[in-house]
């Protein structure tokens, strides 16, 4: 297929996906970065006031220099608008803090689950009726 056919083809993907005007199509195909392009893609399609490349990059401009949206921590990729103010902060004190926050972002982290045993998983996964044994055997010590 010729290059500029299927230039045309994504052109026309995209104003059929989104909405936009052949010239607002172009930009975001022509788009520099393409993890900025797929930002601008998604608040195409899930924002009803945005209906333009220019209104697109305006909001992804105006997210990243809100000072929320600053990486706090290299290491665990928490966000200043994350910050835990029971610990040191970040996420990388998962596993020390006890801390609200923590519980409110691990559900980006697939180990984690509140309801489920840490060892065997039981109770976990949404299924709450999970029966864990893990301890069984410590309970038999006890009652002799």
């Not at 230039?7 to 788009?31: F, N």
């Not at 893609?41 to 333009?52: F, G, H, P, Q, S």
């Not at 803090?97 to 697939?110: I, L, T």
Request: charged share 30%; net charge negative.
């Amino acid at each position: 297929m010729p290059k500029d056919h299927a230039r045309k083809k994504a052109l026309a993907t995209i104003k059929d996906l989104y909405g936009v005007k052949h010239a607002d199509a172009i930009a975001l195909l022509d788009h520099p970065d393409a993890d900025e392009r797929e930002t601008l893609e998604r608040y195409l399609a899930e924002y009803v006031d945005i209906n333009t490349y220019r209104e697109a990059v305006d909001y992804l401009r105006q997210e990243q220099a809100d000072p929320r949206n600053q990486l706090l921590c290299e290491t665990c990729g928490w966000t200043n608008g994350m910050v835990c103010p029971e610990c040191p902060g970040c996420g990388c004190y998962n596993d020390q803090c006890s801390g609200w926050r923590h519980h409110e972002y691990a559900d980006d982290d697939p180990d984690s689950d509140p309801y489920g045993c840490p060892e065997c998983g039981a109770g976990g996964g949404g299924d709450p009726y999970g029966e864990c044994c893990c301890y069984e055997d410590d309970d038999e010590v006890e009652a002799a």
